[in-house]
């Protein structure tokens, strides 16, 4: 595994635990379907004028179908995730969240990569400190247990769009364009998701607001979705240049991110078990980067 492998897979952790925390924020005064596709409005603009600067509409292919599957599974993830996010605390949705990075290891594993011995430790350390760092939470009241059983949803979608993604280009440019047309697919399903929704008496906004709680949200919206982009397209470089079985479980280091974030901005305290599951998840990613 390259050096440059960790680097990238180390800043999709960084950029999703980002863009998870500030999603989570957003949806406790707007609707998570709306911020959904808010957000990922904002980033088919983005990426529109990048394929567009680029030329990359060159690279059109049959391996724009992944792009197309992760599009349809991205937004019922990333619902089903800010729900729970809402419902919280986010030390049962996080960590738990980092679980569907079970489907790209184990499509790799099937694949036949083969990781050495120090580096199969190191997939196992940082797993568990992965989980414990947000201070798994599983008893409590019902509200708890379905933050948990969505939370297993997204995880699931997580890991899919991870395996998705990394097969929908083989170059940058190319990259550019799966990711345009995966963000164009989440917004056509989310955007249906949200018209059904209101048609059936939801809401699109926070009742007794109007659109102007979405452009005062705007630049958070952004950062939402930009951000999460970015992160898809670093994790595609990462599986692109060392094994997926790694890359995946070092880009799912982002529950650690969300946890200092809660704890720098919202004073949420780290318990114990959160420490020391930070420092399993180093030690599994120094093992990971040296094997």
């Not at 960084?14 to 707007?30: E, P, V």
């Not at 509409?57 to 792009?67: D, I, T, V």
């Not at 379905?146 to 170059?171: D, H, N, P, R």
């Amino acid at each position: 595994m390259t050096g440059l492998t960790a680097l990238f897979a180390l800043a999709t952790s960084l950029l999703w635990g980002l863009a998870d925390f500030g999603g989570g924020l957003l949806t406790r005064r707007i609707p998570a379907l709306t911020v959904v596709v808010a957000s990922q409005c904002v980033a088919v603009v983005v990426l529109g004028a990048v394929v567009v600067s680029t030329g990359a509409w060159s690279e059109w292919g049959p391996q724009l179908w992944f792009a197309v599957g992760a599009g349809l599974v991205g937004p019922v993830a990333m619902l089903a995730f800010y729900k729970a996010l809402a419902l919280g605390p986010m030390g049962v949705v996080s960590p738990l969240g980092s679980l569907g990075v079970a489907v790209p290891v184990g499509l790799g594993l099937m694949l036949g990569e083969r990781p050495g011995l120090g580096q199969f430790a190191g997939i196992a350390v940082a797993v568990v400190g992965i989980v414990l760092a947000g201070g798994p939470e599983l008893r409590g009241a019902p509200v708890q247990r379905q933050a948990v059983l969505l939370t297993l949803l997204a995880a699931f979608g997580f890991g899919a769009v991870m395996a998705f993604i990394a097969e929908a280009s083989s170059s940058v440019t190319g990259l550019f364009l799966a990711l345009f047309v995966q963000r164009v697919t989440n917004v056509l399903a989310g955007g249906t998701a949200l018209y059904v929704s209101v048609r059936r008496g939801g809401a699109a906004l926070p009742e007794g607001h109007g659109m102007g709680v979405i452009w005062s949200a705007l630049p958070a919206l952004a950062f939402v979705g930009l951000a999460d982009v970015a992160a898809n397209g670093t994790y595609a470089m990462a599986a692109q240049r060392g094994p997926v079985t790694v890359a995946a479980v070092l880009a799912s280091l982002y529950p650690i991110v969300t946890a200092l974030a809660a704890r720098g901005l919202l004073k949420e305290r780290l318990r114990g078990v959160q420490a020391a599951g930070a420092g399993l998840a180093l030690v599994g990613t120094v093992l990971l980067a040296t094997g």
